[in-house]
């Protein structure tokens, strides 16, 4: 039993830093500009969290395992691309094409874990090709040019995915609804059970996770396709709601990911995450990329702040699992 104080304890926890942080610049960005907490703001950030918070959740699995995939963002342009390229040519409908869209897009988290596990190549590499394959392919498949996105009437797959609705006036997409059932069910997978052990072993330690009888191999390759699949779902959400299905949609969108990840407490070289964290992670960039342009910082900045939250989070983590490790 830990007979450290409460205090101690919470402060060990990798979620700590990251909800202190959130605080600070809730606190700030309000007392500079009193709007950043008006319903219509707030119904703003939470609109743009889903998206990339998408993508972000399955990676959290992902890197705890000890890997990531830098596909994630060609897959996010290209499942919306080859949903609305079927749907407009009149080879499926709009729900039989989002079906195919998350087929291939497990498919190409399949042919990743597959590489990693199987034939023992970095992460790194695998899914940087598998980024120029995907991305490519959008591009080709389209000639470059956006998708037709606004003749889905009769469908009711955009209704499902970003319906609107107000509560206490407050502007509530359905897309935060799957975001945050994704996230509950995401955060029990990997704190409330077996396949959840499973997955922060194979990133500890995989040798000895194998020889406890972990399917690392399958675990991994199951998360890649996890992976995959919520990026693919992201995209599709970001082209109804934007009604836009470009193939270039999602570039960069993986090292952004990967920061929210980072900052949310989840290690690097794999063995710890926190789907919490993560949840944190994702408000955090999500309010800077928002705040700092209601206080008249230009948006052009917004990198510069990202690097130095990530830099800060990066020193807290890790002077707080050398303060957890020695035991003060």
Not at 35 to 42: C, E, G, K, P, Y
Not at 99 to 115: E, H, P, Q, S, Y
Not at 165 to 183: C, N
Not at 236 to 244: K, N
Request: hydrophobic share 55%; net charge positive; glycine share 12%.
């Amino acid at each position: 039993m830990d007979d450290r104080p409460l205090i101690r304890r919470l402060i060990a926890k990798p979620e700590f830093g990251p909800f202190v942080l959130l605080v600070v610049m809730l606190v700030v960005f309000t007392a500079i500009n009193p709007t950043f907490m008006s319903l219509l703001n707030i119904s703003n950030i939470l609109t743009f969290t889903v998206e990339l918070g998408l993508i972000a959740l399955g990676m959290t699995l992902l890197m705890t395992a000890g890997e990531f995939d830098l596909s994630v963002g060609s897959v996010f342009g290209f499942s919306a691309v080859l949903m609305w390229t079927l749907f407009n040519a009149g080879v499926t409908s709009l729900e039989g094409g989002f079906l195919v869209a998350m087929a291939v897009a497990a498919l190409v988290g399949l042919i990743n874990g597959v590489f990693v596990t199987r034939l023992n190549i970095p992460s790194f590499l695998v899914t940087l090709g598998m980024l120029l394959v995907v991305r490519g392919t959008a591009l080709y498949l389209t000639d470059g040019f956006p998708q037709r996105t606004w003749n889905a009437e009769g469908s009711w797959l955009p209704a499902i995915l970003v319906g609107r609705f107000d509560v206490g006036g407050l502007r509530i997409q359905m897309s935060l609804i799957w975001f945050t059932l994704i996230a509950l069910a995401l955060g029990y997978l990997l704190n409330q059970t077996r396949f959840g052990n499973w997955i922060q072993a194979s990133g500890g330690n995989p040798g000895a996770a194998r020889a406890r009888g972990v399917p690392v191999g399958s675990v991994k390759i199951a998360l890649f396709m996890l992976c995959s699949m919520l990026a693919g779902f992201a995209g599709v959400i970001s082209s109804i709601r934007t009604s836009a299905a470009n193939p270039n949609s999602g570039t960069g969108y993986e090292l952004e990911v990967i920061a929210m990840v980072v900052i949310g407490g989840t290690a690097l070289m794999g063995g710890r995450g926190s789907i919490l964290g993560t949840v944190l992670g994702i408000f955090i960039l999500r309010i800077v990329r928002n705040g700092i342009v209601l206080i008249g910082v230009p948006g052009l900045a917004y990198n510069i702040f990202i690097g130095a939250i990530i830099l800060g989070m990066m020193a807290l983590h890790s002077w707080l699992e050398r303060r957890h490790n020695s035991g003060t």
